[in-house]
């Protein structure tokens, strides 16, 4: 760990306090805070010590987080029953990215022609407002057996964000609008974009990862039978 020596630390707004974990670390929200602030000793702290503070803190309020999407998708998909289950499982599927006029500064993608894939995060906005359930019964079962929503990919989830990584094939600005075209999508036409990161193959690519129900790429090869009077128009 990375040692940082502390007199005093701002935590959520309250007034500086220094910091002893192991004195602490047991007492409630407001006891910790009242014993920290009469305390004027300075001590020396790791960062994982920090963190178990704050992970023992009790009786701490859950925060309302919003987010500000930073672009839009423009997709081929304008329904959902036409969209790919997966990622990448139509390589034709391309979409454009366009960033909102606050991130146009090509600053904010600088270096991003570097990765040949990138991660897109985004909301699930088409299903955003039916709500969840603890249980989904995920297509790969046959829509007949349930999982937690927790082990699915589904997207009525309890927060309907979802992460998806696409191929980057390259970016562009005009007309003040900066824009990058993605490829192998999944997403909905008007999808919102919370982020974009860069996908890091040994990162993020595990040879020995256990897939579970979904562990064999679906076959996505279908045959196509014209009539006689459409082939004469081919």
Known sequence: D???SYSHIDYKGLAPFPIDYFHYSHLSRNRFTILLQQSLTPCLITVSTYLLILCN?????????E????GVLL???KQKFAIPRQPNLVKAGKAIVNLSSE?????????IEQFSHLWLVFLFHGVAEQGWSPTVQPPRLGGKERVGVFASR??????PIGISVVENLGHSTNSGVTSIEVGG?????GTPILDIKPYIPYADSISDALGGYAKEQPDNSLSVLFTPSAEEQL
């Open 154 to 159: 589904s997207p009525f989830r309890p927060n």
């Open 67 to 70: 987010f500000n999407p930073i």
């Open 185 to 189: 999508i999944d997403l909905l036409d």
């Open 57 to 65: 803190l009790t009786n701490f309020p859950m925060t309302k987080i």
């Open 75 to 77: 997709s081929p998909y």
């Open 103 to 111: 991130f146009t500064d090509a600053n904010s993608i600088r270096g």
């Open 2 to 4: 990375m040692l940082f």
